[in-house]
Nanobody
């Protein structure tokens, strides 16, 4: 059974940092795109960052320069380092994996992703 389990969420002050981790189990994802999305109540799920098999990264404009996505294929995991956090970064953050086509590039549409974690809440106070 494939599982993605996020951790690292919590409460942080504006300007602070937080590191999210996603541990995958049930299969290897080294040839697949891994990504982070986020969602707030009443809003659609939003792409945050993605990383492909070659470690090429893609970021939403809203987080570019502040967030960094990375992967550790040996540990079958992906992380999101979030710096200079703002109140508008408050959301539930989800880890996702696209296994449809190996060695593909990062997609920003949530529908392209096949596996999702349960989410972890990040709250940024002003």
């Amino acid at each position: 059974q494939v599982q993605l389990v996020e951790s690292g969420g919590g409460l942080v002050q504006a300007g602070g940092s937080r590191r999210l981790s996603c541990a995958a189990s049930g299969r290897k994802f080294s040839t697949n795109v891994m990504a982070w999305f986020r969602q707030t109540p009443g809003k659609e799920r939003e792409f945050v960052a993605g990383i492909d098999w070659s470690a090429a990264t893609t970021y939403a404009d809203s987080v570019k320069g502040r967030f960094t996505i990375s992967r550790d294929n040996a540990k079958n995991s992906v992380s999101l380092q979030m710096n200079s956090l703002k109140p508008e970064d408050t959301a539930v953050y989800y880890c996702a994996a696209d296994v449809s086509i190996p060695y593909s590039s990062v997609g920003v549409a949530g529908d392209a992703y096949d596996y999702w974690g349960q989410g972890t809440q990040v709250t940024v106070s002003s």
